[in-house]
């Protein structure tokens, strides 16, 4: 039976398989988008990863712990009913990235479902979480943050008063697109919007968006637009901008989007930077016709899209605006974390 170890020794142990596997991740990293690139190829670095994750430090309910010590009870309502949230909040250089905006969504999150816990000690959790796994160096990592209803016989209405709810969270290195691939540009495709009425609680009930991921998968694409009524809302998993004759567009915070803190920063830069910016709802056919199309999310960044359905989006090439924001996104999160 292999011997447990304790916190540091796990920490530890996972910096070095870390480094020991860096060189190859990145070559994998830069090249396994590719459809040249053999997948198969990339099965050692992926190994290499899967031995670092099972090493990794977790924080459940109260204790920070090895990954493969974590369990759950099977009657968690979040394992039963998706009765829960989440939140995934960036670190550059080990620094936490708007942190306040994040709990903020969750606190919304947390009320909006009824679900009573104190995020006070949130901060200083995910603090822990990036040095118990030796992620202070790393250019950028994020934390993943789970809160349920907790565990309690299955029932569709809410358990006691009193039921602890269920808090789990985990950190992981996070890699941003070589510079090469991400002028390249990236392609989407629309797929109908079947989620809840309620997206802007950030739900751990998922399905749809993961279908709809899918189906851009199954496409060989990396985006899947969602569309309602003919309106273009945002991505499976992040935001979506438009630039229509200059003007930086985008879907206002609404029930019908997800508020997302990229968003958010990515409409100040734009502000900052003198580029236009107009929240309304884009109609599909707008965004066909539009100049450039680019995602925003925590672990999007600043994606831009080239190809929409198989047709360009306007030149068929990354476009200015994309080009600065993105180049003002690298250089505020560097500021901001420095300051932080």
């Known amino acids: 039976m292999r011997p447990l170890l304790r916190n540091g020794e796990a920490s530890r142990a996972a910096k070095v398989a870390r480094g020991r596997c860096r060189d190859s ?17 990339s099965e050692a670095p992926r190994l290499f990863l899967r031995s670092l994750d099972a ?107 009193g039921t602890a709810p269920t808090v789990y969270a985990f950190a992981q290195a996070f890699h941003r697109p070589e510079s090469a691939r991400w002028k390249r540009g990236y392609e989407a495709i629309t797929v109908p919007d079947r989620r809840w009425d309620r997206v802007d609680i950030k739900s751990i009930g998922l399905l749809p968006n993961v279908l709809a991921q ?17 309106v273009a809302l945002e991505g499976s998993h992040n935001n979506v901008f438009a630039v229509l004759d200059g003007v930086v567009t985008t879907h206002p915070a609404t029930h019908r989007i997800l508020h997302g803190v990229t968003r958010e920063y990515v409409i100040g830069l734009a502000h900052s930077q003198g580029i236009p910016v107009e929240e309304r709802p884009v109609l599909l056919e707008e965004m ?47 500021v901001e974390a420095s300051a932080a």
């Open 55 to 161: 090493m990794s430090t977790v924080y459940l309910n109260g204790e920070y712990i090895p990954k493969d010590r974590a369990t759950i009870s099977v009657d968690d309502r979040g394992f039963l009913l998706s009765d829960g949230i989440y939140e995934v909040t960036p670190a550059y250089q080990g620094r936490l990235f708007r942190m306040e905006r994040h709990l903020r969504r969750l606190q919304h999150g947390l009320d909006a479902l009824r679900i009573e816990y104190d995020s006070a000690g949130l901060p200083d959790m995910h603090a822990r979480l990036i040095a118990e796994n030796s992620l202070d160096s790393e250019d950028i990592a994020i934390v993943y943050l789970q809160i349920t209803r907790g565990v309690a016989p299955r029932t569709h209405h809410f358990p006691p008063d």
């Open 214 to 230: 899918q189906a851009a998968v199954d496409a060989g694409v990396q985006d899947a637009l969602l569309v309602n009524d003919g």
């Open 288 to 334: 066909r016709g539009a100049d450039e199309i680019f995602f925003t999310g925590t672990t999007t960044e600043v994606r831009p899209t080239v190809r929409l359905d198989g047709e360009s989006v306007g030149s068929g090439k990354v476009g200015p605006v994309a080009q600065e924001i993105y180049e003002a996104f690298i250089a505020g999160t560097q």
């Open 25 to 41: 991740c990145k070559a994998w990293r830069s090249r396994g988008d590719d459809p040249n690139f053999p997948k198969y190829e």
